[in-house]
Every structure is written in C-alpha cells, then in structure tokens.
C-alpha cells in the first residue's frame, strides 16, 4: 500500500550529523550567524549582565571592605560570614540568566550547611567557597560584561548605520572641506566624506561585514567567555563533586543496609520464629501425651528441657528481632516512639511535632537513638522522669532526650581492645546518615542530648 503524502505537507529533512550540540542547541555557524536565534538570545544576555553588573560588584566590593574594615570585632566577622554566605544568591541569579539566554546549564553546589553555634557559623560563612567562588565571578563578571556591551553594541550599530548610511545622510548637516566645498554625510578622517555613489556603495559594504560577520562573532565570542565563567565559578567543585559522589554511596549503602535488615527480621519473624513455635508446640503436646504413661524419667527430662529450651530460645530471637528492626517502626516513628515511651520502666514523657515522614534509615537510626538513650537513663544515670522531643525543622528531624538523672555522660574514645563506649556508637550512627550528636551532660546531671538528622539523607 502506498502512502500519499499530502500536497501541502511540510517537508522534514534530517540534520546531518553533528549538526546539535549537547545541551540541544545548534551550533554558532559564522556565515549564518546574523540568522540564528542564539545570537539575539545572546546579545540580549549582554544587556541583562549589564544592568546586574554594577549591582553584583558593589556587593562584592561591599563584602571584602566591611570584611576588612570590621574583621577586628566579632559583629564584623558575623557581617563578613552572612555577606560571604549571601553572595551564593548572586550566584543562582547568575546561573538562572545563564541557562535562559546561553543556554549554559550549570550545576548548583552544594547547600550551605552552617555548623552549629555561633562560631560554628562564623567559620562556616568565612570559609565558604562557593560564596568566595560568587564573590569574584561578580568582580571578574562586572568587567566582561562592560567591555562586551560596548564592544557588541559598537560593531551592531557601526555595522547598521554604514549598511544604511546611503537612506539617512541627508539628514546630516552640511559641512565644509579644507577646500572650501561643502558635503553631506559622515566623514571620516580629515577630509574624506562619504557622499559619492561609489563611497557609498562601499561604505555599505564595509557595514555589510561589521553587521553580518564580525558583531555575530564578537557577541558570540564574549557569550561564550560568560558561559564559561559561570561554569568556572558558579558549579560545584571536583572536590565537592566527589564528595557528592561519596555522601550518595554512603547513603545508598545506609538504605540498602536498612532494607537487609528488615528483610533479615521478616525472615526470622516469618521462617524461623515459626518453626521454632511449631517446635515448642510439638514437644509440648509430646511431653502432656506422655505425662501420664509409664515414661523413663530420663525422656520426660529431656522432653522438659527441651521444650524450655524452645521456649528461651523463642523468646531471644524475639528479642533479636526486634534489635534488628522493630515491628513498629513499620507504622511510623511516632507510633514507634509512643511505644517506647508506654514501656519504660521511668515516668517517660513524649512530645511529638513532626511533619513530613522521614527516610526509613532516618526512622530507624532515631528510634534506636532514643531507646538507647533511655536505656542508659534509666541503666546508668538512675532517672527517675525522661522528656523525649521530636520534631522537624525545615528538612531536619530533632530528636531530643532529657533525663534528670546523675549525668556525667560523655563520648569516650575506643580502647586498645576496640571496644566503645554506647554514646559512641550512637554518634557514629548518627553520622552515617549525616547527622549530628550534642551532649549536654555536668556531673549530678541533668542530661540533656540533641540529635539533629536529616528527613532524607539524598536530599541536599
């Protein structure tokens, strides 16, 4: 069967190979130019970076002055930290324009993520280099945006009013040669007007070339020098990069050791607990059929024994079980939390604000957090009342635990043996999903211990 196509139908021809670029866009021919619509998008890019760039290198020239002005009191590191911080919206701004208009996708960095306190902020603001990175991309930005607007918008209009010299020079005013004839139209050098056919003609052409072939390849070229400096100090850095690359693998790691150890409980719950209560069963019903015949009391012993030891043993893979993964977290933290609160063996009380639900390791890593700090409050400290506080915070989860109990507690580094301390291996918990661990502990007490953790670790 044949295909008609209509007689009107538009025909498509394939691009040759080649003929795109990565990010889409096709690539800046010389001849054609003038044509092309990433031309226009990139002169109007010169005029945006133009009206941002005096404002971007106030900033910048602002920061570094007050930095070094005020450096020697402490509100003028606090100015310097949140100027230098700030400075990242610039660069967001910056990279937005560039995407628009170049066609140049950078990445955007890494957050800003302040350690705690108020030094912790301090040093984090003055050492933040993606903040530094913006600061001097608006100061180098600020003179190629000046000279590529004068340089773009001076070969545009000489190119254009040349190739249209011969409609409008008779507007201009007459003027007066050294030999005492008049002309009108432009003049250039001493005495050289362009007011003959064959002068125009040849003005128009040198305009021809100007506006055709050198303003597209001057604006194009000062496009790609922005492009590549946005690229250059607006990104993220190698070392981030692979620090990204690192925190992604470790998280994945985290969600897939989760996921075993959920599957490893499942399987206890459903494969092994079940036969060993099949067991039980069996050696109990085996034990009451033979209470009551003649029976060696060396089987009904062992047949005892036995059956206790599938009771016990029953009831530690319970126990080991629930170690791996509580059932409850299956519900959500919350309902996990209210359990453990109902069963400690203190007057425990829970205060719950949460939002969004956390990550699955997020969960885990904080209800176990909680259940060993209780442990140890009621363990070590002897507390007598324990406050456990949750809550979210923008897309942190905070988990705090109080105790009135004797304190003195404290992050103990491991012994020649190896062995660590419980608060240890809680903060090295904490850590492995990005998290953080305080402690606030005096000798006579109270105890006080604040988690912070993300709500997804993959989440910036």
């Known amino acids: 069967m044949t295909n008609i196509a209509a ?23 010389f001849l054609t130019g003038f044509f092309q619509r990433q031309t226009w998008r990139e002169f109007l890019y010169h005029f945006a970076a133009l009206l941002l760039a005096p404002f971007g290198f106030t900033y910048a020239v602002a920061t570094v002055s007050l930095g070094a002005s005020l450096a020697v009191t402490v509100v003028g590191l606090v100015v310097a930290a949140a100027l230098i911080a700030a ?9 937005s324009l560039a995407a628009a208009l170049l ?18 902020f301090l040093r984090s603001g003055l050492a933040d280099s993606t903040g530094w990175r913006a600061i001097a991309h608006q100061v180098v930005s600020f003179v190629i945006s000046v000279t590529a607007f004068c340089v773009s918008i001076t070969f545009f209009a000489t190119g254009l009013g ?43 052409a040198i305009g021809a ?7 597209p390849a001057l604006n194009h070229g000062f496009a790609r020098l922005q492009a590549v400096l946005a690229a250059g100090l607006l990104g993220p850095t190698a070392a981030s990069l692979r620090l990204r690359d690192v925190e992604h693998s470790r998280n994945r790691t985290v969600e897939d050791a989760d996921a075993r150890l959920r599957r490893i409980e499942r399987d206890l719950h459903d494969g092994t607990q079940a036969q060993l209560v099949a067991i039980a069963m069996k050696l109990g019903d085996a ?17 005892e024994s036995a059956h206790g030891t599938a009771k016990d043993a029953l009831v530690d893979l319970r126990d080991l079980a629930r170690g791996i993964h509580p059932p409850v977290l299956n519900d959500g933290l919350a309902p996990a939390l209210e359990t453990l609160a109902a069963q400690s063996p203190v007057r425990t009380t829970l205060v719950l604000n949460l939002g969004a639900r956390p990550a699955p390791a997020v969960e885990a890593t904080a209800y176990f957090c909680a259940m060993e700090l209780v442990t140890n409050a009621v363990k070590h400290a002897r507390a007598e009342q324990i406050r456990i ?19 003195g507690a404290a992050l103990s580094p491991p012994t020649s043996s190896g062995h660590r301390s419980g608060l240890a291996g809680l903060a090295e918990r904490v850590a492995a999903v990005d998290g953080t661990l305080h402690i606030e502990s005096p000798g006579g007490g109270p105890t006080s211990v604040m988690i912070d953790l993300p709500l997804d670790p993959e989440r910036p």
């Open 7 to 29: 007689p009107n139908a538009a025909l498509h021809l394939p691009e040759p190979a080649g003929s795109r670029r990565a990010d889409g866009t096709a690539p800046y021919r």
């Open 87 to 95: 400075a990242r919206y610039w660069g967001t701004v910056q990279r």
């Open 103 to 120: 066609n140049q996708h950078v990445a955007e960095p890494a957050p800003f993520r302040p350690k705690r306190g108020f030094f912790g």
């Open 162 to 204: 040349a190739l249209t010299h011969w409609i409008w020079y008779r507007y201009l005013p007459l003027q007066q040669a050294a030999d005492g004839s008049w002309h009108q139209g432009a003049q250039l050098g001493w005495d050289y007007y362009i007011d003959t056919p064959p002068r125009q003609l040849l003005f128009a």
């Open 209 to 215: 070339v100007f506006l055709w072939l050198l303003w």
């Open 287 to 303: 034990r009451d059929r033979l209470n009551g015949q003649d029976t060696a009391p060396e089987v009904a012993h062992l047949l």
């Open 389 to 407: 506080s949750v809550r979210t915070a923008g897309h942190r989860l905070l988990l705090q635990v109080d105790d009135d109990g004797r304190g």
